[in-house]
């Protein structure tokens, strides 16, 4: 009696450019799970990380060259900040073999799949599934990383239209390998969304940390002292690293543009209630805070 073959991997030759913490934590959940793909490649800009890769063995294979880590991949996945995603398509894509699929892991998407979209003009054959994994921490790098980031968590795909739907489904199926649960929407959809729930909230952290730090003398050893407080929650986000984030305001313009001045409408509306008393809208507007937070907390997102 012959043994039963065990099932191909969902890819032969997967290929992370930038392992950071998101590239380093899809690394960490492939190489505990081999069903995700028979050989993982990295490749980074800086070869501290590159060092640093290899000292973790995450990776079966780190190359400093990323159009030699691309050779022969099934999969490419770029993690590395959106602004420098189009550029480091352009030096990938050209290597890549026929038939693989190219995909991303940025916050932002309509300016990324622009930005990409010149590098696979003469490549039809290369399908784009961009992706965001709406899970991540303050913290960068590779020692950053952990296998179970992604689990019980949202990832947002956002194919151009005419993406082979194949492609969509092996992308689909990396991510619910890594724990994650799948959501398909357009790219302009994806940055109003992400615009509200994740990019304005950190404006607000940088901008509230900011504030504090500029009261002079007694008042802001006072804010750090005390800082078991509200503010502690909007410390830890804007701890997050500056590179990424001027990338993603930068990205997303527009779509963060208008919910800043949503917020600032409402921000006044409160300072009016507060000023005048009125205590129905504020009251209103805390009961819906807390409505929202009770519902992550049922949907197991807090
Ligand atoms: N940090 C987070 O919580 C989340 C981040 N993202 C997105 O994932 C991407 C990566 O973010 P992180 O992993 O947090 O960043 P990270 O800073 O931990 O890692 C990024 C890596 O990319 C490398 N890199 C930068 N430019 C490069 C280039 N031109 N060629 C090759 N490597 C290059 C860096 O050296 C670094 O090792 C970003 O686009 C970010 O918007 C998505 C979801 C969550
Ligand atoms: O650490 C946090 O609270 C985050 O919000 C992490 C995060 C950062 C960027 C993303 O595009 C998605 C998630």
């Given amino acids: 009696m012959t043994a039963p073959t065990p099932s191909a991997p969902l890819f032969d030759r997967l290929v992370i450019i930038g392992p950071g913490l998101i590239g380093s934590s899809i690394l960490r959940r492939a190489h505990e799970n081999r069903a995700i793909a028979r050989e993982l490649v990295a490749s980074d800009i ?27 991949a099934d999969c490419v996945i770029l993690c590395v900040p959106v602004g420098a995603i189009g550029a480091v398509a352009a030096q990938v894509v050209p290597a890549m073999k026929h038939g693989a699929i190219l995909s991303e892991v940025g916050s932002t998407k309509v300016s990324v799949i622009t930005g990409v979209l010149p590098a696979l ?3 039809p054959d290369i399908a784009f599934v961009p992706s965001h994994p709406m899970a991540g921490t303050e913290y960068s790098g590779p ?28 992308i689909t199926a990396l991510w ?3 724990g994650a649960h ?4 357009t790219a302009e959809h994806h940055d109003r969304v992400c615009a509200i729930v994740s990019h304005l909230p950190h404006l607000l952290a940088f901008t509230i940390c900011g504030t504090a730090d500029d009261l002079a003398g007694e008042t802001r050893s006072e804010v750090l002292d005390f800082a078991a407080s509200g503010f ?11 590179t990424m984030w001027r990338d993603i305001f930068l990205n997303n313009r527009e779509a963060l543009l208008e919910m800043l001045d949503r917020f600032m409408a409402d921000a006044h509306a409160m300072a009016k209630a507060i000023r005048e008393g009125d205590d129905t809208v504020i009251v209103n507007r805390i009961t819906r805070g807390r409505a929202i937070r009770r519902t992550l907390i049922e949907n197991r997102q807090a």
């Avoid at 294979?61 to 030699?68: F, G, H, L, T």
């Avoid at 020692?143 to 092996?170: H, I, K, M, Q």
């Avoid at 799948?182 to 929407?185: G, L, P």
């Avoid at 502690?232 to 500056?242: E, K, V």
């Fill in 46 to 72: 800086d070869a501290g990380v590159c060092a640093r890769v290899r000292e973790l063995g995450i990776a079966d294979r780190v190359e400093a060259d990323p159009a030699r880590a691309v050779v022969d």
């Fill in 143 to 170: 020692d950053a990383g952990f296998p179970s980031l992604f689990e019980n968590r949202w990832c947002l795909l956002t194919p151009p239209e005419g993406t082979p739907p194949d492609a969509v489904a092996r």
């Fill in 176 to 178: 619910q390998a890594m």
């Fill in 121 to 123: 003009a003469s490549r």
């Fill in 232 to 242: 502690r929650d909007f410390t830890r986000i804007a701890a997050s690293d500056p």
């Fill in 182 to 185: 799948i959501r398909t929407m």
